[in-house]
């Protein structure tokens, strides 16, 4: 199979503070990683294109000194919201594509509210 | 950029019925095509997809068709069933693992029994 693993699933944070997400592929090589943000009842936004080794690219309107994204490896990219604030709260969710066939898959998500 | 749209946005039908949902893509480049179905609180799983050098797919109850020429793709549910009821998402790709995936703004399905 292909399994993609996202923690945390939900976390509630201070305004100001910063939050991280680790997306992992558990058993294929993800040399691309894409994390995207999900209001409720509606598509999926894609924020930003992360790819190992190098620095991530971001999609218009993204600031990308609020969601810092690290792909160290083959296997993980973590996503970190820095001073977090009430209008960040949002279903954050990743994605992993393998690079055998193309075929994407996603994490579980992470449930941020930020009070 | 590149867009996709996907029609309808809500979509009931009677238990056992088909459904037929429907999108249009912008960017000639993209060759791979896959759908989506998201359960309430649920990740997306990727439950069909279709590349640019075929024109149909079938895996069961439910098929894709794909028309290059017009940049349409549809996804067929038939007999369906209440664990059908999700909402589907249509996407459109470049060529390669490093191209992003852009995606339709999604459909609801409901199945009345």
């Known amino acids: 199979g292909a399994v993609v693993s996202q923690h945390p699933s939900r976390v509630i944070c201070k305004s100001g503070t910063s939050v991280k997400i680790e997306c992992r592929s558990l058993?294929?090589?993800?040399?691309?990683m894409f994390w995207y943000r999900q209001f409720p009842k509606q598509s999926l936004m894609l924020m930003a294109t992360?790819?190992?080794?190098?620095?991530?690219?971001?999609e218009q309107g993204v600031e990308k000194d609020k969601f810092l994204i690290n792909h160290a490896s083959l296997t993980l990219s973590t996503l970190t919201v820095t001073s977090a604030h009430p209008e960040d709260s949002s279903f954050y969710i990743c994605?992993?594509?393998?690079?055998?066939?193309?075929?994407?898959?996603f994490g579980s998500g992470t449930q941020l509210s930020v009070l | 950029g590149e867009n996709v749209e996907q029609h309808p946005s809500t979509l009931s039908v009677q238990e056992g019925d088909s459904a037929v949902i429907k999108c249009t893509y912008s960017?000639?480049?993209?060759?791979?095509f896959p759908w989506y179905k998201q359960e309430l609180g649920k990740r997306p799983q990727l439950i069909i997809d279709?590349?640019?050098?075929?024109g149909e797919k079938k895996d069961q109850r439910i098929a894709v068709t794909l028309n290059k020429t017009a940049k349409h793709f549809s996804l067929h549910i038939t007999e369906t069933q209440p664990e059908d009821s999700a909402v589907y998402f249509c996407?459109?790709?470049?060529?390669?693992?490093?191209?992003?995936?852009?995606f339709g703004s999604g459909t609801r399905l409901s199945i009345r029994p």
């Open positions: 279709i590349r640019s050098n075929v």
């Open positions: 992360s790819n190992e080794g190098s620095k991530a690219t971001y």
């Open positions: 960017d000639s480049a993209s060759n791979y």
């Open positions: 996407a459109a790709s470049r060529p390669s693992s490093a191209s992003k995936i852009i």
């Open positions: 058993d294929f090589q993800a040399t691309t």
């Open positions: 994605s992993a594509r393998k690079r055998v066939d193309e075929k994407l898959f």
